[in-house]
Every structure is written in C-alpha cells, then in structure tokens.
C-alpha cells in the first residue's frame, strides 16, 4: 500500500479526533501555485483548485488564514484556541496571479517568504535550473561526474529525467560556489546553453501582496543552504534581503524563512542581529506558547498531503496532516515547540 492510501485510509479513522487544548497556531508551508492539469518536472507547491479547496475546508473549520505575523502576535496573549496562517516560500510570480486571488475570494491572508536577491537579478534558483538543463538536453543521455560520484543520467524520457533529478537534487545540497561549478558541468554534459527563465515575481508585481494586506518576508538573497555558509555571510544573505524587500515593495519586513529550513545556531545569532522578530523553518510540527521564535515549526500541505484516491481532494487528510497525525508515519514527530 502506498503512504498516500494509508494516509488516506487512517484519515478517515481519524477524523473527528481533536488536537490537544491550549494556543496553538499551525503555520501551512506552500510553495507554487499551478494552473489545474500542471505538472513540472520539479512539483513544487499545488494546483488553483487544491489551494481553493483547501481554503474552503479552513472556512468550514472557522479558521481564517491569517499572516505568519499575526499567528505570534496571536500566540503571545496565550488565549486557548488555534489559528492558521499560510506562507509562500520563494517568491514565484504564480503566488501573485494564482495565490493571491484565491486568498482574497476567502478573505484569507499569507505570508510570502521572498528571494529577494535572485527576484532582483532576475535569475533562477538552482532546482530550477537543474530541472531547466534535464528538460532542454540536447543529448538523450550523458555520462557526468559530481561530486565523485559517477552518474548515468538519462534524459530522452520523461521517467528518466525524473531519476536524474532525484538523483542530482542531494549532489546540490553544497555550498554555492561548488554548486554553481556542478550545475556548470551538468549544462555542459547535457549541451545546454540557453539561461533558465526566472518564474519569480518582478518587483512591481510583487506589490500587490502588500497592498492587499499579505505580509513580505525574507527568504536570503540566493537561497543558499545557510549553515554551509560562514556567519558573516549568512548575516549578510539573512539582512540584505530584508533591506532589498524594504527598498523595493515599501514593507516592514519583520520574518525569516530559513531556505529549505537549513540552518544552525550562527544562522539564528544572524537572524536576531538582522533584526527579524521571528523565524520559520521546515520542521513539522504548531506553534505553542513560548515556541522558540528563530526557529518556528511549519507543516507542509502539497497535494499529495489532501488528495486520496483518484486525486480528489481529502478534507480528513488534510485535517489530520493539520493535526499532526501523520507525524510519526514520517518519522517525524510533531514537537510543539516549547
Ligand atoms: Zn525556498
């Protein structure tokens, strides 16, 4: 049986069954928002319809998304209850077309975690340019070494580009400069030479998040892997993507989305000495009272995360994952911060 099915046979086991009293503010990871029938070859967030569905639910459940922001200002006065905010990481033009349309039917508000360096610089993001050179290879297949590692990479077909990229995505977890060499090899192995498009917002589109009430945070400048960097640099990624978004949509940058989640202690020291009020990571788990601020858990709601058989959406699955419920399935087991 596969995880989704499970998942989706013990949501329905599940439903009903509340999470434990008290404050607690769940914080929803997202990332792209897809026209409905899209399919990338590096799936990175979810369709039109399933945001819109999961919109509904959050309305059915009387818990209107809120910002990232108002989640812990919420939290702080330690009132029972639980809130829900919602994040966009990486700043991708769809977040304002698609996202915040759907946002504004539900009178919902976000909070979008930008990249502000490469939306300044109109570059893409490594994954996308890996998936860029899988896609416009002009070999069906290619012989590359990275990282000593000696790779058959296939590319003539759909499933084996999904291979290759599966097999690449942890060969790139490196710092940028090895990273930028690796990709490098990768474009000349496979005979790419055309840039990969930038799908981030521009600037003067970006604007209309933060003038319909969305929050603007920081998401570095590069989207580097922080704890590979040396502190002074990730102070600089943490605070001069901070300064940029100020500069450029007019907004009060007070949050931090830390890139893939990565981070140590010098990115947290860095965090606070840029001045954020708060930081969020990719670990799965809510928000309680006295949550440690530079480190806020989140919880990741892909598709795959609310749809069950047959792809329809699943409002007990996406219950149960807002639950925590799925948890331990994944070893990874929700600790309320404390
Ligand atoms: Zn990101």
Redesign the pocket.
């Known amino acids: 049986m596969s995880g989704r099915a499970l998942r989706w046979l013990l949501s329905q086991a599940a439903a009903g069954v509340r999470p434990q009293a008290g404050a607690r503010l769940t914080i929803v990871r997202h990332h792209r928002v897809y026209a409905d029938g899209e399919r990338r070859l590096y799936h990175l967030g979810v369709s039109e319809t399933i945001l819109a569905r999961q919109l509904e639910a959050c309305a059915r459940a009387r818990l209107l998304p809120v910002t990232v922001r108002e989640g812990c200002d919420w939290l702080r006065l330690g009132e029972p209850g639980r809130r829900i905010a919602f994040s966009f ?2 700043g991708y033009a769809d977040n304002v077309t698609r996202a915040l349309p759907i946002l504004e039917r539900f009178g919902a508000r976000a909070t979008f975690y930008l ?1 502000a360096g490469l939306m300044e610089t109109r570059r893409a993001p490594w994954w996308d340019e890996l998936a860029h050179a899988l896609e416009n290879a002009v070999v069906a297949a290619a012989a590359v070494t990275l990282g000593g590692f000696e790779l058959a990479l296939e590319c003539s077909t759909a499933a084996g580009r999904a291979v290759a990229l599966r097999t690449l995505l942890p060969l790139l977890r490196v710092p940028p400069a090895e990273q930028r060499a690796r990709l490098d090899t990768l474009r000349d192995a496979l005979g790419v030479t055309a840039p990969p498009p930038c799908e981030f917002a521009q600037w003067t589109a970006a604007r209309a998040l933060v003038e319909a009430g969305m929050e603007a945070g920081a ?1 570095t400048m590069t ?1 580097p892997f922080l704890s590979l960097l040396p502190p002074a640099e990730q102070l600089q990624e943490l605070a001069a993507s901070a300064t940029l978004i100020r500069d450029r949509l007019g907004a009060t940058v007070t949050g931090v989305a830390y ?2 989640g990565d981070h140590d202690a010098h990115t947290i020291d860095a965090a606070r000495a840029a001045g954020f009020a708060y930081a969020v990571s990719t670990r799965a788990g809510d928000c309680v009272p006295g949550a440690p601020r530079w480190s806020l858990p989140r919880r990741a709601l892909p598709e795959g995360a609310c749809t069950g058989p047959g792809g329809r959406f699943s409002e007990h699955m996406m219950v149960a994952e807002l639950n925590g419920a799925f948890d331990w399935l994944r070893g990874n087991r929700a600790r309320a911060a404390s």
């Open positions: 990481d990486d990249t998401h989207h890139p893939n």
